[in-house]
Nanobody, 117 residues
Framework: QVQLVESGGGLVQAGGSLRLSCAASGRTSMGWFRQAPGKEREFVAAINWSGGSTYYTGSVKGRFTISRDNAKNTVYLQMNSLKPEDTAVYYC??????????????WGQGTQVTVSS
């Protein structure tokens, strides 16, 4: 059983930055997803267990960075140059680096990110 605790969401103006954190109870590959109202859950980024491989969806490449501190069992999502279309509930997930939510075994509770124009 892997427990995930997210933090770091909030309200920011367009062009601003936020950093999300996800503390895990074990070391595993991790991903970030987001879900906007009325839309399906969307893959954002993933990182393998060692941190040596990272993956991004096209719309966030060059703006978001996923990283991990294995000493703290924590994965981060640094989000820069935020846009109103980045507004969503962001979830961390454990167990895979796939872009498909069904490939992940464990999910955090979600944290709201709101970007105002």
């Amino acid at each position: 059983q892997v427990q995930l605790v997210e933090s770091g969401g909030g309200l920011v103006q367009a062009g601003g930055s936020l950093r999300l954190s996800c503390a895990a109870s074990g070391r595993t590959s991790m991903g970030w997803f987001r879900q906007a109202p009325g839309k399906e859950r969307e893959f954002v980024a993933a990182i393998n267990w060692s941190g040596g491989s990272t993956y991004y969806t096209g719309s966030v490449k060059g703006r978001f960075t996923i990283s991990r501190d294995n000493a703290k069992n924590t994965v981060y999502l640094q989000m820069n140059s935020l846009k109103p279309e980045d507004t969503a509930v962001y979830y961390c997930a454990a167990g895979s680096v796939a872009a498909t939510p069904a490939r992940y075994n464990y999910w955090g509770q979600g944290t709201q990110v709101t970007v105002s124009s």
